[in-house]
Structures are given as C-alpha cells and as structure tokens.
C-alpha cells in the first residue's frame, strides 16, 4: 500500500546538534510539504516542495534547513539555531495541479535533552 | 487576514450523545475543505474534502456539510472510539496554501 513514511518515531536531540528526520513517500505525488505541530497550536508550515531540487520556505523556516534529491524523499534537519525545537512534526504529500488534500505521515516526536 | 477557526476546542460527550463540531474559515478564494481526524501520537488521517456550499459528506456515523462561512461536522450517536482531535483545513487562493484550524478535541464517554 502506497503512503508516507517518517522515522524516527521519537528522537532526542542535545543542546547544539543538528538532526534530521526522513520523510518517504511512495504515492508519487509531486508535492511534500513539513509542518510543526505544538499544543493549542494549528499546524505550521516549515517548508515545501512542489518539484524535484526546489523548494520554499513556510511560515516558521528559521532553524530549519530541506532537501529534495529525489522525488520520493522530503527530510527536515532541524539545526542548532532552531532555538525551541521540541514538537511533533509531521510531513505531508499530496497531487499538484488539483485540488486535493494531503495524506500525513504519522509524525516524529522531537525533544530537546 | 485568511483563518479558520474551530469550536469548541474540546468536547464531552457521553456515548449515543450527538453533536457538531465547527469549522468557520475567512478566506479569499475558497477551492476545498478537509476534516482530519488525528489520534494521539500519529498524524491526521483524511476523512472528507468538501468543494462548494451546499455539499455534505457521509461516513459511517460523521456527516459533513459546508456553508459559505463554516462547515459542520455532525457526530451521531458516537462511540468511545470516535475519540479524538478533529482538525479542519482549508485551501484558498491559488491552491497552494493550506489553512488550519486549532482542531476540537472529542472525547466520548462509555
């Protein structure tokens, strides 16, 4: 069954590191898309990628740094200038040129230690 | 300024108890509405995409509707396994940006 994967589930992240969380999917779609999501909070868009070695920045892309090498995969580091990095982050995908919605990956717990 | 705003922000219901959760969005453009359900620890999972006023979508015991201004999302006869946060997006404008409501966390008593 097609879908999105993101790995690690949980991962702790020490005061100064850089981290990267992966994001594949295998739905073929063209777009993928990383939020944070924090309590009381609506998601947040990090950033985007509507093609292949493209992408833009969201609403909240300081701290945060993307790739997009191959279609399939979408990671997020999280670096050490992202100052308040603990959340849940979820990647996402979904059809361009429609109006679709996105399918979600079922997200990376990160916590600073 | 493009929102959505969802109410309440939590629910009690007790099990067989109906109810509606809110979703009402200022956007420019409005292309889809989606309502997500999101357990604990995972990420939202897709239940309805609504286009144009008017429009209502069925699922087992949840039925969504859309207005110019809002959508609902009925919750009839629900079960403790309906328990969860309900999230609403909307797409606007040129179809790239996605807006998101806070979400209403629903928990149903046996």
């Known amino acids: 069954d097609g879908g999105i994967t993101q790995s690690p589930k949980y991962l702790f992240r020490k005061e100064g590191q850089n981290v990267t969380l992966s994001c594949e999917q295998n739905l073929n779609h063209d777009a993928m898309y990383w939020y944070r999501q924090d309590p009381g909070q609506g998601l947040r868009l990090i950033y985007y990628?509507?093609?292949?070695?493209?992408?833009q920045k969201g609403d909240i892309a300081e701290g945060y740094s993307v790739s997009r090498e191959k279609k399939e995969s979408f990671p997020l580091t999280v670096t050490s200038a992202q100052k308040n990095p603990t959340a849940f982050y979820l990647c996402?995908?979904?059809?361009?040129?429609?109006?679709?919605?996105?399918?979600f990956g079922s997200g990376t717990r990160l916590t600073v230690v | 300024e493009d929102q959505v705003t969802q109410s309440p922000e939590a629910l009690r219901l007790q099990e067989g108890e109906s109810s509606s959760l809110n979703c009402s969005y200022t956007?420019?453009?409005?292309?889809?509405l989606f309502w997500y359900r999101q357990d604990p620890g995972k990420g939202p999972e897709f239940l309805f995409t609504?286009?144009?006023a008017g429009e209502e979508k069925e699922k087992e015991r949840l039925k969504a509707t859309l207005t110019k201004k809002e959508s609902f999302l009925h919750i009839t006869a629900p079960k403790p396994e309906d328990s969860a946060t309900y999230l609403c997006a909307v797409q606007a404008g040129t179809g790239n940006q996605f807006y998101f409501g806070t979400g209403t966390s629903l928990t149903v008593i046996p």
């Open positions: 990628s509507q093609i292949v070695n493209d992408f």
């Open positions: 609504l286009y144009s």
């Open positions: 956007v420019s453009g409005l292309r889809g």
């Open positions: 996402a995908s979904r059809r361009t040129g429609a109006d679709y919605g996105y399918t």
